[in-house]
């Protein structure tokens, strides 16, 4: 690659997360959005609340710029103007939400009801009167009722597929005409099954409120393809005889990228989906990435809670599965599985809490009453699909707070056939009966599969807090486990607690423990990500029926909302505006200040 190409994607990925930074101040959930504007030269903004590491956003910015290049265009910065996305168009939208694309580029825009004579009103399939995505086309559904029943594919070399507010930067509220609704009749299965090699989906609510209906998304790949801000508003009760699963799948949402290609999920909301106790007879899993994730699968910025399977199943992709900061609430399972090198969770929020569970119960109980669960389960399963090992875990927040009947596994686990892991810069609060971290032995477990080495866990710079010093970190038959700059903060604490792994140095023990610790406590969890709309996102009762609460009141949530996303806003708003004037000011010195941004960069 030359110099000068190379100057370039550096200054793409660095914009990215520029871009990233200036949509958290916004209080919208923090995005890696493609701008073509040259970069704010200072590494502080990687210091902010709510952002994932520098690594996490790098690797998100390199898959655009990539594919980008491969495709021989430039993304368009979204909801910019005068940018010449608008040439072509023929059905402008009527203020509707129609408008000017964001990335890629497109050289029309309609409106479904105009070009293709969809309903609006939920009367008529959609099936009926879409059988085909034109060509580089950017298909714009406005605000409406549109009925979904069966598959309806969408299929395209480049094209889009959105609704009314695709440009909001936010999930749909479901309030108001600038509201997208897909639904389901009852006792309706519908999917929407999306692939192109470039496009962009999403901006619309799936309603499947009626009883045993349900919506599942498939968001396929054969390159580069972006999919943002879909809600799912309902609760899967076609569980026991009704639940199908060899049919329809047990995911709310499966990333299915080709080989090569990526699947990005930006802004899902999955909340309240799940009755508790069904996850061996029809429970859903929020996202799977399962065989058919043979390339990447990009998830950021989600809320998902109470699903009545994982919040991500990834152990058994072939592919890589990257999660980049969200929330994950109790979710039954695990919130985040995966397992090998180049797969990771980074700067996510993870909270289980059984007497602050106020989710969808049923005939099977309350939460945790008889599924287990963990915050991280790394593991490969029984499909023996060989990957390198390597996962990581990095800027963490996870709380172990109250359990039920059943308990936990382990705040995390690593399976018999999961390889190895690094957990870096994570806090971990465990008030309740079970170990922070399992590792089984390589080849244990109910599969007996063993991944390839290595096979060690790595614990660096993090905090363990809470109540329970019985069993904090119980690895088994894994050499070169290590732990070092780590504080384990809880009373009681000793190294008697830590079985199975090396104690390096900087780590200290007990309440006073002064040893070790966080390397950037501002990185841990979601933190400024977080974003009011999604806790207003509709909740579904154990009946189906829909009412709409602020689960961020109360609890975990509020606290969280207030202690960690409020003031770090405040904070940026008033230290930004004066910050970006002396860059102006500074204007001269700008250009030295890149290049040691770029050399800062590529270290």
Not at 515 to 535: D, M, R, T
Not at 548 to 567: E, R, Y
Request: include cysteine.
């Amino acid at each position: 690659m030359s110099a000068g190409r190379e100057v370039s994607r550096r200054t793409f990925i660095a914009g990215a997360a520029t871009a990233a930074l200036a949509a958290n101040s916004e209080n919208s959930l923090v995005r890696a959005s493609m701008t073509e504007s040259r970069p704010d030269p200072q590494p502080a903004k990687f210091d902010q609340p709510g952002n994932p590491s520098r690594k996490a956003h790098r690797v998100y910015a390199e898959t655009e710029y990539d594919h980008y290049q491969q495709m021989g265009e430039r993304p368009a910065q979204q909801g910019s103007s005068g940018d010449g996305n608008s040439s072509g168009t023929r059905s402008g939208g009527g203020g509707n939400g129609s408008g000017k694309p964001t990335a890629p580029k497109f050289s029309q825009t309609v409106d479904a009801v105009e070009e293709f004579g969809v309903d609006p009103n939920g009367n008529r399939p959609i099936g009926e009167d879409i059988d085909s995505v034109p060509e580089d086309t950017l298909v714009v559904f406005p605000g409406g009722t549109f009925k979904v029943s069966g598959r309806t594919q969408f299929r395209a070399t480049k094209a889009g597929v959105v609704g009314a507010s695709y440009q909001d930067k936010k999930p749909p509220s479901g309030d108001g005409k600038n509201t997208t609704t897909f639904v389901a009749e009852q006792g309706t299965f519908a999917a929407l099954d999306f692939k192109m090699d470039t496009g962009l989906v999403g901006g619309f609510m799936l309603d499947f409120t009626a009883t045993k209906a349900l919506i599942t998304m498939n968001a396929r790949s054969s390159g580069f393809m972006q999919y943002r801000d879909v809600v799912w508003n309902g609760l899967v009760d076609r569980v026991g005889s009704q639940a199908n699963d060899s049919k329809n799948g047990d995911y709310l949402c499966a990333m299915q990228p080709d080989e090569g290609a990526t699947s990005r999920a930006t802004r899902f909301v999955m909340k309240n989906n799940g009755i508790p106790g069904s996850k061996n007879i029809g429970g859903r899993n929020g996202f799977w990435c399962g065989e058919s994730c043979k390339g990447t699968a990009q998830i950021e910025d989600c809320v998902v809670s109470a699903v009545a399977d994982n919040g991500v199943y990834g152990g058994r992709a072939p592919g890589d599965v990257q999660i980049k900061g969200g929330e994950w609430v109790n979710n039954e399972v695990s919130h985040n599985r995966y397992s090998g090198k180049g797969s990771f969770s980074d700067g996510a929020t993870m909270v289980l809490d059984a007497d602050n569970y106020n989710g969808p119960t049923g005939e099977y109980g309350k939460w945790n009453d008889e599924i287990g669960t963990h915050a991280i389960k790394i593991e490969r399963g029984d499909n023996g699909i060989s990957k390198p090992s390597g996962a990581v875990l990095r800027n963490a927040e996870i709380q172990l707070l109250s359990a039920g009947p059943h308990g936990f596994g382990a705040g995390i686990r690593v399976r018999g056939s999961g390889g190895a892991l690094k957990i870096e810069n994570c806090r971990i609060t465990n008030n309740v009966d079970c170990a922070s971290v399992v590792a089984e032995s390589p080849g244990d477990g109910y599969s007996g599969y063993k991944a390839p080495s290595p096979h060690n866990i790595t614990i660096t710079d993090s905090l363990f807090q809470g109540t329970n010093a019985e069993s904090i970190v119980d690895v088994s038959g894994r050499e070169n486990s290590l732990v070092r700059k780590t504080c384990f903060k809880i009373p009681g604490a000793s190294s008697s607690n830590i079985t199975g792994m090396t104690i390096g140095s900087g780590v200290g023990f007990g309440k006073q423990c002064k040893s070790g610790g966080l390397s950037n406590p501002k990185k841990v969890g979601s933190g400024g990500n977080l974003s009011a709309a999604n806790f207003s996102a509709p909740n579904a009762s154990s009946t189906g029926s829909a009412s709409t609460s602020s689960g961020g009141g109360s609890g975990w949530a509020g606290k969280l909302l207030g202690g960690l996303a409020v003031a770090p806003l405040i904070g940026i708003a008033v230290i930004a505006i004066p910050f970006i004037f002396g860059l102006l000011v500074l204007g001269g010195a700008t250009f030295g200040g890149l290049l040691l941004f770029f050399k800062k960069l590529s270290s």
